[in-house]
Each structure stands twice: as C-alpha cells, then as structure tokens.
Nanobody
C-alpha cells in the first residue's frame, strides 16, 4: 500500500516557475514508477511525466511533448519523495496536478497507476 500527498501548487504568472512535491509512504518506494498527471476543468486527466529508478544513479524519465524542455521530474528514494520542477509556465498548464505510483516500469496510461494523491492546484495567469 502506498499513500501519496502532493504539495507546492499555487498561483503563478506566465513564465514563472513552481516546484511540486509528492511525499510517499511505504518501504518499497524505490520499486515504484512515479508519475505526474494533470486534469484541467472539463478535460480528461493527462500524462505529464514519469520516472523510474533503474538502480545506482540511473533513472528512466518520460515526458509529455507539451512539457518537454520546461518540466523536470526527479525523485529522492531516501526521502520517499518525487518532484516536478515546472519552468516557463503557460496558462494552458493550469490544472490540478496528481502524483501517482505503479509497480515496475513507467507508463503514460493513467489506468495503469494503482495509487493516487489528492491533487494540488496550479493556476497560471496570463
């Protein structure tokens, strides 16, 4: 069982930055691929980024095309934390952002994730 709690959302002007954090419970955190998804009002939940630890100091990360080059996902297995650094934010990034966990490899499909946080809101003003 994994419990996830997001934080770090807020209101920011276009071009600004935010760093989202996700705290995870559980002793096998390093075995889970961690993902960030977002859902804007009236829209479906969409993939943002995901990361998997491969052992040692190597990771596999995946990004949606819409955020590639602006967002960076990272994790700290010692602290059971995953982060999403968001730079050069745009109004279209406005959404509730969710942290999710699945055992094994990363995936862009939200149905493949077993555990979800409650979400943290991000609003980007123009």
């Amino acid at each position: 069982q994994v419990q996830l709690v997001e934080s770090g959302g807020g209101l920011v002007q276009a071009g600004g930055s935010l760093r989202l954090s996700c705290a995870a419970s559980g002793r096998t955190f390093s075995s889970y691929a961690m993902g960030w998804f977002r859902q804007a009002p009236g829209k479906e939940r969409e993939f943002v980024a995901a990361i998997r630890w491969n052992g040692g100091n190597t990771y596999t990360a995946d990004y949606a095309d819409s955020v590639k080059g602006r967002f960076t996902i990272s994790r700290d297995n010692a602290k059971n934390m995953v982060y999403l650094q968001m730079n050069n934010l745009k109004p279209e990034d406005t959404a509730a952002y969710y942290c999710a966990a699945k055992y094994g490899s990363t995936s862009r499909g939200n149905r493949e994730y077993d555990y979800w946080g409650q979400g943290t809101p991000v609003t980007v003003s123009s």
